[in-house]
């Protein structure tokens, strides 16, 4: 079992930063690769970054791809989410994933916990 609490959202301006963290007790924390998601409101989940169990493979969809860094301190049993050049467009609840194995990992049911969410607002 992991226990994942997402936090650091807020409201932000257009082209602005925020840093996202996901605190994660409960099993190995490296023994997960570990996802950010967001869901804006009357939408489907969506995949925004994913991250291998040491950190060393990243991948992002392509509406984040050189705005979002996503990394990992296993040493603390934190993942981050580095959101730079922020637009209205990002504004959605943002929640963290652990899932067994690195493969499928845009895949959203493929993940076995979950956090609650925090939210992230942008304003133009």
Do not use: H
């Amino acid at each position: 079992q992991v226990q994942l609490v997402e936090s650091g959202g807020g409201l932000v301006q257009a082209g602005g930063s925020l840093r996202l963290s996901c605190a994660a007790s409960g099993r190995t924390f490296s023994e997960y690769p570990l996802g950010w998601f967001r869901q804006a409101p009357g939408k489907e989940r969506e995949f925004v970054a994913a991250i291998d169990y040491s950190g060393d493979n990243t991948r992002y969809s392509d509406s984040v791809k050189g705005r979002f860094a996503i990394s990992r301190d296993n040493a603390k049993n934190t993942v981050y989410l580095q959101m730079n050049s922020l637009t209205p467009e990002d504004t959605a609840v943002y929640y963290c994933g652990a899932k067994p194995e690195w493969g499928y990992i845009w895949y959203a049911p493929g993940y076995d916990y979950w956090g609650q969410g925090t939210e992230v607002t942008v304003s133009s």
